[in-house]
Antibody
Framework: QVQLVQSGAEVKKPGASVKVSCEAS????????IQWVRQAPGQGLESMGW????????NYVQNFQDRVTMTRDMSLSTAYMELSRLTSDDTAVYYC?????????????WGQGTLVTVSS | DFQMTQSPSSLSASVGDRVTITCRAS??????LAWYQQKPGKVPTVLIY???TLQSGVPSRFSGSASGTDFSLTISSLQPEDVATYYC?????????FGGGTKVEIK
């Protein structure tokens, strides 16, 4: 069965960086895009961008363009999302999702979410 | 900039009521819209994709439709287990914008 398993909760200080992992299983990792979505406490879903595991190509939402890096390790079937220069506004649950075979698509499987807390 | 306007932001309806949520895209997106349900404290799940295709395992009381840049999610007969927040998302390319969400409660 398809599963996306994310790394555990993180507490970071303002100005630091965080790297969240998303390990995929149950399907061919290279076939499907991985989207990253975040949700601040009590707020809606916010797209951050995606990575095409096959090519490594990425697309980042403008709001995060200069602070986010999405990568993947094909040998581990794992995608990563690193967010730098954290502020309290980055406190949120970060989700990875399998989205689209060979192109952007709806997210049919989600990771369990990773809570990132930014606090001094 | 692309905008996805979802309405209403919240609604309260009785069990058995027909409920409709809409998303309006600021530009044409074809059929490339999905609807998600997120129950409190849970991960989102997809209900509808390609504007009107029901995801496997989703109850048939959920349906989606499209007219130009206007998209609708309808629950034909609201059930207590449908209490959740619903989001639309377009996926025809960057940015993969979500609507603001609609919180559905039982009256």
């Amino acid at each position: 069965q398809v599963q996306l398993v994310q790394s555990g909760a993180e507490v970071k200080k303002p100005g630091a960086s965080v790297k969240v992992s998303c390990e995929a299983s149950g399907y061919t990792f290279s076939d499907y895009y991985i989207q990253w979505v975040r949700q601040a406490p009590g707020q809606g879903l916010e797209s951050m961008g995606w990575i095409n595991p096959n090519s490594g190509g990425t697309n980042y939402v403008q709001n995060f363009q200069d602070r986010v890096t999405m990568t993947r390790d094909m040998s581990l079937s794992t995608a990563y999302m690193e967010l730098s220069r954290l502020t309290s506004d980055d406190t949120a649950v970060y989700y990875c999702g399998r989205g689209g075979k060979g192109r952007t698509g709806m997210v049919d499987y989600w990771g369990q979410g990773t809570l990132v807390t930014v606090s001094s | 900039d692309f905008q996805m306007t979802q309405s209403p932001s919240s609604l309260s309806a009785s069990v058995g009521d027909r409920v409709t949520i809409t998303c309006r895209a600021s530009q044409g997106i074809g059929k490339y819209l999905a609807w998600y349900q997120q129950k409190p404290g849970k991960v989102p799940t997809v209900l509808i994709y390609d504007a009107s295709t029901l995801q496997s395992g989703v109850p048939s009381r959920f349906s989606g439709s499209a007219s130009g840049t206007d998209f609708s999610l309808t629950i034909s007969s609201l059930q207590p287990e449908d209490v959740a927040t619903y989001y639309c998302q377009k996926y025809n390319g960057a940015p993969l914008t979500f609507g603001g969400g609609t919180k559905v409660e039982i009256k």
